[in-house]
């Protein structure tokens, strides 16, 4: 695994969307770049990555990340558009085959008569 494995969880970190178990200690950690770095070692086990060292070399796996508020919001938004796309598209059918049997049923009535 290289370090780019783990930019992604950096970038969360960094805009807010989810916290880790280090800003939570002492003062947070904005840099993408260290971050990424201290999960990768931690992660694979190695001593030092980039800018950071992990005297112990070992792997720990109780790394703990924390959804924030914003994070909440953000699925929550994403729950309620797809909520209402849903019921746009449902609408959008129901009235398209109604119109439609409404318009046969009006054909096949004029030309009976």
């Known amino acids: 695994m290289t370090i780019v494995t783990f930019y992604p969880i950096a970038f969360l970190c960094t805009s807010g969307f989810i916290k880790h178990e280090w800003s939570l200690k002492d003062?947070?950690?904005d840099d993408e770049k260290l971050i990424a770095s201290i999960v990768c070692s931690m992660t694979t086990g190695?001593?030092?990555?980039?800018?950071?060292?992990?005297p112990r070399g070992k792997k720990d796996l109780e790394m703990k990340f924390i959804c924030t508020a914003k994070a909440e919001l953000y699925f929550a938004e994403r729950k309620d558009k797809m909520r209402e796309?849903?019921?746009?598209?449902?609408?959008g059918?129901?009235?398209?085959?109604s119109t439609a049997t409404l318009a046969l049923l009006i054909k096949t009535n004029l030309f009976s008569i």
């Open 93 to 97: 059918i129901f009235i398209g085959v």
């Open 85 to 91: 796309r849903v019921t746009t598209m449902s609408i």
């Open 46 to 54: 190695n001593k030092k990555v980039n800018s950071f060292n992990n």
């Open 27 to 29: 003062e947070p950690i």
